[in-house]
């Protein structure tokens, strides 16, 4: 027996020696307990280790071991690096998901099990009474306002409808962007064989407690990325869909002007899409113009240009830059276009300026990482931007300072869009981590996090669409969320 303890003690030396922090943390369970326990050998995978005194004592923290997590459930150590067991080997990527996965799961349970419930003293009765006794400033009744029913939305499934049921179940959406009105959606759907696809759903069946929609596909498919789309009105309003392509191979980025008769035919005097080629991969973003100083053009940011066409004419500026175009946006009431970058810059450039060398930038802001989106608030005084730190910021665009700062996006890569409506005064934006979150758009509190209904990956970031008349200018506001093969819509009570 003596002979055993004496051989387990100078094995625990030997490996405190080799193990600097090991011999800290053992030191310090000596002084608590009085035993340790040492780490499993590196022979055996996934091996138990027995917990520490700092967590039975009930510490926040346990010591970090290299190569070993501490699973708080179990109360144990396991080994982090796969060893003769690679069936289910430990990554720290895949703790990070189960965790995530773990989390998404509690919030979608409180979601079903019960209605959403909103603090304590706020309902609509007690929010009127006070706002007419004077005892709530204008500002704060419409925070409080949008908090109640944005916390008060439900989450259902919508029936989408379309000639080839087969492929609703098979083809994943990418994206959904609405138009105008919010009587239409564009759809970006990814077939299973490759490649991308392109529908418009009618929204126009989106009424309560049933929810239909009609999907209009077309055969124009495309084996390139969909960086960016946005709706333009050449005939008439939303006439056409602009699409901005990733180059493949050798061939080249370009933007590809669709009619939207191409999948509903009411409108059979629309003028034929067109296609434009830049000879360039890099083809990031696209924007419309609004602006009566730049009718009937298109922008696109490439990589260290944007390109400013005219589709009637055919006539283009260019403007070169310091870095990748990710995204932009035409003022209306101002001749200018907003573009952020990959840099952290945004900057605009002044559509009058014909000088296409000098004096066009007119403002510049910068990010500390590169800009995914751009947003001009009606006034076009503010403009709202977000980047891959998952920072958002609103910017006032006469002092090129940051006024607001809206907390808790996650971000680290993705070109992920950001939607602002100043209508119902809310912010909402899709994270990485595929929780969307919407902040009230006055004092920047977030209002609500809304899980996926589908687990967590870098393949099923949902899209969303925000409108305050879904469904026409009778319809009624709500949240739409495209992943997978699923549409759901989350409306106002």
């Not at 490759?194 to 498919?221: D, Q």
């Not at 608030?377 to 980047?387: G, I, V, Y």
């Amino acid at each position: 027996m003596h002979k055993n303890s004496w051989k387990s003690r100078r094995l625990g030396r030997r490996r405190q020696r080799q193990n600097p922090r090991l011999r800290q943390h053992s030191s310090s369970e000596r002084c608590n307990t009085g035993t340790q326990q040492s780490p499993p050998d590196s022979d055996h995978d996934e091996e138990e280790v027995p917990s520490t005194s700092s967590s039975t004592a009930g510490s926040s923290s346990v010591p970090d071991l290299p190569g070993y997590y501490f699973d708080p459930e179990k109360n144990r150590y396991f080994r982090l690096l796969p060893g003769h067991n690679n069936c289910n080997p430990l990554t720290r990527e895949s703790i990070q998901q189960k965790e995530m996965e773990h989390r998404r799961l509690q919030l979608l349970e409180e979601d079903t099990q019960k209605k959403k419930i909103t603090r304590m003293g706020l309902n609509a009765y007690s929010l009127l009474q006070k706002s007419k006794l004077g005892f709530l400033s204008v500002p704060s009744y419409c925070r409080l306002a949008h908090e109640l029913r944005v916390s008060c939305m439900q989450r259902k499934k919508v029936q989408i409808h379309s000639s080839d049921p087969s492929a609703l179940a098979s083809d994943r959406f990418n994206l959904i962007l609405a138009d105008t009105n919010s009587d239409r959606l564009f759809t970006v759907n990814d077939v299973r064989v490759g490649g991308s696809k392109y529908g418009i759903i009618s929204l126009r069946g989106l009424k309560t407690p049933t929810l239909r929609v009609h999907m209009h596909e077309n055969l124009y498919f495309t084996n390139r990325k969909v960086n960016s789309v946005c709706w333009a009105s050449l005939n008439h309003l939303d006439s056409h869909i602009l699409l901005c392509l990733m180059g493949i191979a050798e061939s080249p980025g370009c933007a590809t002007l669709l009619p939207a008769s191409l999948f509903v035919s009411s409108q059979p005097g629309d003028r034929p899409g067109m296609l434009c080629s830049f000879r360039i991969p890099g083809a990031w973003s696209c924007a419309w113009s609004m602006n009566t100083q730049a009718n009937n053009c298109f922008s696109t940011g490439l990589s260290r240009w944007v390109l400013v066409t005219n589709v009637v004419t055919g006539h283009r500026l260019s403007f070169g830059t310091s870095s990748d175009v990710l995204t932009q946006q035409f003022a209306v009431m101002t001749p200018l276009l907003f573009n952020g970058c990959r840099s952290g810059e945004i900057f605009a450039i002044d559509m009058r300026c014909r000088n296409e060398g000098k004096n066009w930038k007119a403002t510049r802001l910068l990010h500390h990482s590169a800009v995914t989106s751009v947003q001009i608030l009606r006034e076009e005084q503010c403009l709202m931007a977000s980047d891959m730190a998952g920072t958002i910021k609103l910017w006032d665009l006469r002092t090129t300072k940051c006024v607001k700062q809206y907390e808790g996006h996650v971000n680290e890569y993705a070109l992920l869009p950001l939607h602002v409506h100043e209508e119902e005064g809310i912010v909402v934006a899709v994270g990485q981590d595929c929780y969307t979150r919407i902040w009230s758009l006055h004092d920047a509190q977030l209002l609500r996090t809304i899980p996926s209904p589908h687990p967590t990956s870098r393949t099923n970031i949902p899209s969303v669409a925000f409108s305050s008349r879904l469904g026409g200018p009778r319809g009624a506001p709500g949240l739409l969320m495209a992943v997978q093969q699923d549409l759901y819509c989350f409306s106002y009570s």
